[in-house]
């Protein structure tokens, strides 16, 4: 039965617009943030058992190692090169100066009494990822993972990129 005359229905694309739009600016503020906690300045070593990262972890604590060298030293600013200049090695976390291994020693114990202050049951659910320059000395490894021990930290990950098996 036909009511008579032609009628164009025009679907209303604002709604779908902003849907796209805000979608579109959450993956980009996160997409920020996960690029915050890792430093280009590292290059991984590599490794035959590393396996990809299977869920980003909300907790997670991200320690970067690099080795303090001449052209480390020239892509920092005047005050981050006064922080590092006389160390071997200079541990960088997302959104704080290049520290030394004694300074990331206290930073590490004031973090983990200030996520266990936060925390409901005193527990302290954080991971700790260590991303090592693929030329850092081992030694300056094990040194930090056992500064964030003595600091309280518990659960701990060791990033490395994949070697392929030829």
Request: aromatic share 6%; proline share 7%.
């Given at each position: 039965m036909s009511h008579g005359g032609t009628s164009e229905a025009e679907a209303d694309l604002t709604p779908l617009l902003d849907l796209v739009l805000q979608?579109?600016?959450f993956f980009i503020v996160n997409v920020q943030f996960v690029s915050e906690q890792v430093s280009s300045e590292i290059k991984l070593p590599r490794s035959e058992s590393a396996r990809p990262v299977d869920k980003a972890d909300p907790a997670a604590l991200f320690l970067n190692q690099k080795v303090v060298n001449r052209e480390f030293l020239q892509r920092l600013?005047?005050?981050?090169?006064?922080?590092?200049?006389?160390?071997?090695?200079?541990?960088?976390?997302?959104?704080?100066?290049?520290m030394t291994m004694p300074q990331a020693r206290?930073?590490?114990?004031?973090?983990?009494?200030?996520?266990?202050?936060?925390?409901?049951?005193?527990?302290?659910?954080?991971?700790v990822h260590f991303r090592p320059d693929e030329n850092l000395e081992y030694r300056h490894l094990l040194l930090l993972m056992d500064y964030a021990k003595q600091a309280?930290?518990?659960?701990?990950?060791?990033?490395?990129?994949?070697r392929k098996k030829s």
């Open positions: 979608l579109l600016m600013t005047d005050k981050e090169r006064e922080l590092v200049k006389d160390a071997d090695v200079a541990v960088l976390i997302p959104s704080k100066p290049p206290s930073w590490l114990r004031d973090r983990y009494d200030q996520l266990r202050r936060l925390s409901k049951d005193g527990e302290v659910p954080t991971t309280g930290f518990r659960k701990f990950k060791v990033r490395a990129t994949i």
